[in-house]
Structures are given as structure tokens and as C-alpha cells.
């Protein structure tokens, strides 16, 4: 079956230009999961969504980044008045349920570099 | 938060020799998920091996397996008969079963495999 799928691949944008970064997970998948991986970096944590429930954005590092998950499926991740320190890979991952066991599946990322 | 330490940033192994990946956790919890996961250039990040803390049994997946030592919060990746196909950045990761649905992943380790 299809993976967990994410648009654009790849982005270039300008200093202080908005940004959207789609992910369409695995169908029927509840959880969703964005990360950023920068250069040399692990993955920073920064939003979670579970079905209903309200997001868990602990981990946005600044009020630029909100992200929202339409109908409990597409997400997007928006970040305004972009800066060059937001150069990073952007990956999304989602779980099939709650259950503990069960690993994530990524999707193959965006990377967006910031003139 | 849990944190998550992979001391080896870079790592090489002739094919078909053995390697052994680091990783040690920091936790006051007793019972929680390990991971290791594989990311190719190509971005996409794969399961490759998964622990149960509650498992005194160390996971094995072909040519992988983990060597889990809970009192020591150490969780190495050992790749047995190394492949081209194996070179990548692999990642260590936690999950609480407890506190929320974060995984912590660490910084990788870069695999180079030498024909």
C-alpha cells in the first residue's frame, strides 16, 4: 500500500516568505507527527496529532510554526516569515493507533532551504 | 524528557565484517520502547529493529540485532555480514509508555560500508 507521502520534495523560498509543507500519511493511520532534522542534527520533535484530540505542539520553537490536520488525514505545516535558521529537512511520520508498539512511518521529507 | 545520546557520529566497516552501533538513554522509567531506524540518502526513514524494555530477550531481525542492557540504559545495534545497501545514517530512539507519545531520537551515526 502507499506510504506516507510529503510535497513539495524540495523548497526554496526567500527570507520572510510563508511556507506550507503537505504530508498525506498512511490511510487509517491516527497519529501524525512532524519533525525537523537539520544538518548534522537528530530530529526535533515539533507537533503531534491524535485523532480529535487538541495537537500537542510542545515542541513548535516559535509562534511562525502552527500546523493544522484537515478531517483527520492531510496535515500542514506552516511557517511564516520565514528565517534562514529554518533550513532544514521537514519529515512527517504517522502511527497506525495509540498503541505503544507500534513504530512510526516516515515519509521521505521536505527539504527547505531559506535565502 | 528522556534524552537519547549516540556517541559515534561516524562509523565505517569493511562488507561483510561486523559493526556495532552505540546508544544509551537517560530514563527513571521501567517500562518503554526502543527503536533503531535507518535513513539512506534517500531520506526515508526505515523501522529496523524494535525492543521492549519489559523483554529480557534481545530483538534480532536477520542480520541485525540489538544488545539491550536495561541497568546500563544501553540499546547498541549490531550489523552482522555488512551489505553496501546497509550504509546510511542510523538513529536510536525512545518511547515512554507512560508520558505522551513523543519519541526521542538521538543524533545518528553516519555508516560508511568499504567494498
Known amino acids: 500500500g502507499a506510504g506516507v507521502s510529503q510535497s513539495p520534495s524540495n523548497k526554496v523560498t526567500e527570507k520572510g516568505k510563508d511556507v506550507e509543507l503537505r504530508c498525506d500519511p498512511i490511510?487509517?493511520?491516527?497519529?501524525l507527527y512532524w519533525y525537523r532534522q537539520s544538518l548534522g542534527q537528530g530530529l526535533e520533535f515539533l507537533i503531534y496529532?491524535?485523532?480529535?484530540?487538541?495537537?500537542?505542539k510542545s515542541g513548535l520553537p516559535s509562534d511562525r510554526f502552527s500546523a493544522e490536520r484537515t478531517g483527520g488525514s492531510v496535515s500542514t505545516l506552516t511557517i511564516q516569515r520565514t528565517q534562514q535558521e529554518d533550513s532544514a529537512v521537514y519529515l512527517c511520520?504517522?502511527?497506525?493507533?495509540?498503541?505503544?508498539?507500534?513504530?512510526?512511518?516516515f515519509g521521505p521529507g521536505t527539504r527547505l532551504t531559506v535565502l | 524528557a528522556q534524552t537519547v545520546t549516540q556517541s559515534q557520529p561516524e562509523m565505517s566497516v569493511q562488507e561483510a565484517e561486523t559493526v556495532t552501533l552505540s546508544c544509551t538513554y537517560d530514563?527513571?522509567?521501567?517500562?518503554?520502547?526502543l527503536f533503531w531506524y535507518k535513513q539512506p540518502p534517500s531520506r526515508q526513514m526505515i523501522l529496523v529493529i524494535r525492543?521492549?524494555?519489559?523483554?529480557?530477550q534481545n530483538a534480532t531481525e536477520n542480520r541485525f540485532s540489538v544488545n539491550f542492557q536495561k541497568a546500563a540504559k544501553s540499546f547498541s545495534l549490531k550489523i552482522s555480514d555488512s551489505q553496501l545497501g546497509d550504509a546510511a545514517m542510523y538513529f536510536c530512539?525512545?518511547?515512554?509508555?507512560?508520558?505522551?507519545?513523543?519519541?526521542?531520537f538521538g543524533t545518528g551515526t553516519s555508516l560508511t560500508v568499504i567494498p
Open positions: 511520520a504517522s502511527r497506525p493507533s495509540v498503541s505503544s508498539y507500534n513504530e512510526q512511518f
Open positions: 490511510s487509517g493511520h491516527t497519529a
Open positions: 496529532f491524535q485523532g480529535n484530540s487538541a495537537p500537542d
Open positions: 530514563t527513571s522509567e521501567s517500562d518503554y520502547y
Open positions: 525492543q521492549e524494555a519489559y523483554k529480557q
Open positions: 530512539a525512545y518511547r515512554s509508555t507512560n508520558t505522551g507519545n513523543q519519541f526521542y
